[in-house]
C-alpha cells in the first residue's frame, strides 16, 4: 500500500474511532507545553504534501514554490468561498501548524498528516508572536502569515472529535493559532525535515 492511501484509510478509521479524540481536559493539560515552543527559531518536524482529496504523502524534501506551495501539493486545485474568484485562496498557499498542537489534538506523529496541513514545527505561531505580515525562513525558502484566519471544520471535527474543533477555534486554542496559520509563498526555495524555522 503507498503513502497516500495508506493516510486515506487511518483517515476514515478515524472519523469514527471516539477513543483516538482527545477531550478537553486533556487539550487544556497540554496548554502550558505549547505556550513555551520557541518563539524565534525552531525546528520543521514534518512535511507533508496533499497529492489528492483525502491523500497524503510525507516528504523528506519539499521544494516550495508560488505556483503549488509545496510542489505537488493540490492547493492550486482546491476552490475557496473566501477568494476573490472562487478559485484557490492566495492567502493559505501553505498552512504551518505547531507540532506542540499536533501532539495534543491529534497524537503520534504518524496521524499528523491528517490535519491536512503542510509544514509541521516546533514553533511559536500565535498571534501575539507571528502577526500577519510576518516572515518564517525555512531552509531556502521564506513564506509570510497572512490575516486569512485558518479554522478548524467537519472533517477536523470527524477526525479528531468536537472538543478538539472546539478548542482550537475559539479562546486560548485560537490566540495560539492551535489550528494552524495560514502563510503564502514570499521567496521559493527548497526545505528539509529537520531544518530551522526561523522568525525574521
Not at 503507498?2 to 484509510?9: L, P, V, Y
Not at 477531550?23 to 518536524?45: D, F, K, M, V, W
Not at 483525502?54 to 505537488?72: F, K, T, Y
Not at 527548497?190 to 524555522?197: E, H, K, N, P, Q
Request: net charge negative; hydrophobic share 40%.
Amino acid at each position: 500500500m503507498n503513502a497516500s492511501a495508506e493516510t486515506t484509510a487511518i483517515a476514515e478509521a478515524a472519523s469514527s474511532d471516539p477513543a483516538l479524540h482527545r477531550s478537553t481536559a486533556e487539550l487544556e493539560a497540554a496548554l502550558p507545553h505549547i505556550r513555551e515552543a520557541p518563539s524565534s527559531t525552531g525546528t520543521i518536524e514534518l512535511i507533508v504534501r496533499r497529492p489528492g482529496e483525502d491523500a497524503r504523502e510525507v516528504l523528506d524534501v519539499a521544494e516550495i514554490n508560488d505556483a503549488e506551495g509545496v510542489a505537488g501539493d493540490t492547493w492550486n486545485q482546491r476552490g475557496s468561498p473566501s477568494s476573490a474568484d472562487g478559485g484557490p485562496h492566495p492567502d493559505a498557499q501553505i498552512t504551518v501548524m505547531s507540532a506542540r498542537a499536533a501532539a495534543a489534538v491529534i497524537g503520534p506523529i504518524e496521524r499528523w498528516p491528517l490535519a491536512g496541513d503542510q509544514i509541521y514545527a516546533d514553533l511559536d505561531i500565535s498571534h501575539e508572536t507571528l502577526p500577519a505580515g510576518a516572515q518564517l525562513r525555512l531552509g531556502d525558502a521564506i513564506l509570510e502569515v497572512t490575516a486569512k484566519p485558518h479554522r478548524g471544520c467537519a472533517k477536523f471535527a470527524a477526525r479528531f472529535g468536537r472538543d478538539a474543533l472546539r478548542f482550537v477555534n475559539t479562546g486560548e486554542g485560537r490566540d495560539l493559532r492551535m489550528r494552524g496559520v495560514n502563510c503564502r509563498v514570499v521567496q521559493p526555495g527548497t526545505v528539509r525535515s529537520g531544518d530551522t524555522i526561523t522568525r525574521l
